[in-house]
């Protein structure tokens, strides 16, 4: 197997590759470009026009998406998958893989979209550094574009395997995106309402990606993942990577949910009124007092079917506790397309 089919081990051993580009037996070109950024570029007889960014590791401790990255690369660098798509492996914080942490100074995954101009340390630098490597790579006109930025969730979840659906204010959400998550395992969708700071908002509001972030299950230490069913998700990945995708995918099944509110923690007097332990989508009866700040806010649940998810209490002040979410369908979208 070619050296930098590694990139796992490169990264996570804090090494550059002595060769920084290797062409496999077909032709596929595998070339290093940053600590835990790799390309793969198809022979161009063989290149479908798909420009395809994997992202794992934005934090730390969320492991099987890391595995899942460097499976799919050992494959390439022996031939077993034949790319037709370009693609950007990203590993996003190699200071946190290596010491097992969510992040090492703050959370990657909040300093996005400039936020990182008004921070500094290890992941402001790096957020910069992503933004740029994702800039350059989706730079080609007149290709599809496509980032799935692959995470494990810091909790259980009452529904395993979702995606999230970034917003950008008159721009549609595409039912085909819809079905290749359905096909990839994702049971729902959740559509976000606003702009936002993490990495999948920068490349599909500001590179017109269409990009997704997909949550799989518990985060779990290396090697520990067999809980963790990536199978479908896998399958569709080399399906993708080479050109091998049905042209229609069914959405039957798919559930589909809006961000109704975010709750925003504005002080050290925030109170979440919800089990530390609570599973993402666990269900809000109307009339509960979900969320208190003295002085700042209360949050009483409205909505009909109203869920929470991403409940953290812990968050640094001026930051989302946690978002509320309800049922959506494809009629009250404002906007969906093929």
């Known amino acids: 197997m070619l050296a930098l089919g590694k990139l796992l081990d ?8 002595a060769e920084k580009t290797q062409l496999t037996v077909d032709g596929v070109r595998m070339r290093w470009l940053a600590e835990g950024a790799l390309e ?13 960014l994997l992202s794992a590791g934005i934090h730390g401790n969320e492991t099987a998406p890391i595995e899942l990255l460097d499976r799919l690369l ?13 693609i950007l492996f990203l590993f996003g ?3 946190a893989m290596r010491t097992g942490l969510r992040f090492v100074e703050e959370d990657l995954n909040r300093l996005f979209n400039g936020r990182h101009e008004s921070s500094s340390g290890y992941e402001a630098m790096r957020a910069h550094e992503l933004e740029r490597l994702a800039t350059t790579f989706f730079s080609v006109a007149h290709r599809t574009r496509l980032h799935y930025d692959l995470h494990t969730a810091i909790r259980g979840s009452r529904i395993e395997q979702f995606a999230l659906y970034p917003f950008k204010e008159g721009r549609a959400h595409s039912r085909r995106e819809l079905g290749r998550l359905r096909a990839a395992g994702m049971q729902a969708v959740l559509l976000q309402n606003k702009p936002s700071i993490v990495f999948i908002a920068f490349t599909y ?46 959405i039957d099944g798919l559930e589909l ?53 991403f409940p953290n209490p812990k968050v640094k002040n001026g930051l989302r506790a946690g978002m509320i979410i309800e049922p959506a369908t494809l009629k ?5 397309s093929e």
């Not at 050992?74 to 370009?86: S, T, Y």
């Not at 009250?332 to 969906?336: I, S, V």
């Open 10 to 17: 490169l990264t996570l051993a804090g090494r550059e590759p």
């Open 40 to 52: 793969v570029r198809p022979p161009e007889a063989q290149d479908s026009g798909m420009d395809l």
């Open 74 to 86: 050992h494959d390439i660098a022996r031939g077993v998958i034949k790319p037709r798509a370009r």
């Open 93 to 95: 914080n190699p200071a």
């Open 205 to 250: 509001e500001q590179l017109e990606v269409e990009a997704f972030t997909l949550e799989l299950g518990k985060a779990r230490p290396f090697g520990q993942n067999e809980g963790v069913n990536l199978q479908p998700l896998e399958r569709r990945l080399k399906h993708i990577i080479e050109g091998t995708e049905q042209p229609e995918d069914s």
């Open 257 to 309: 949910f809006s961000v109704a509110r975010e709750v925003i923690k504005h002080s050290d007097r925030f109170i979440l009124h919800l089990p530390l332990h609570v599973e993402n989508f666990h269900e809000l009866p109307k009339g509960y007092v979900l969320a208190d700040d003295p002085g700042h806010a209360c949050w009483v649940i409205e909505e009909q079917g109203a869920r929470i998810i």
């Open 332 to 336: 009250n979208l404002d906007q969906t």
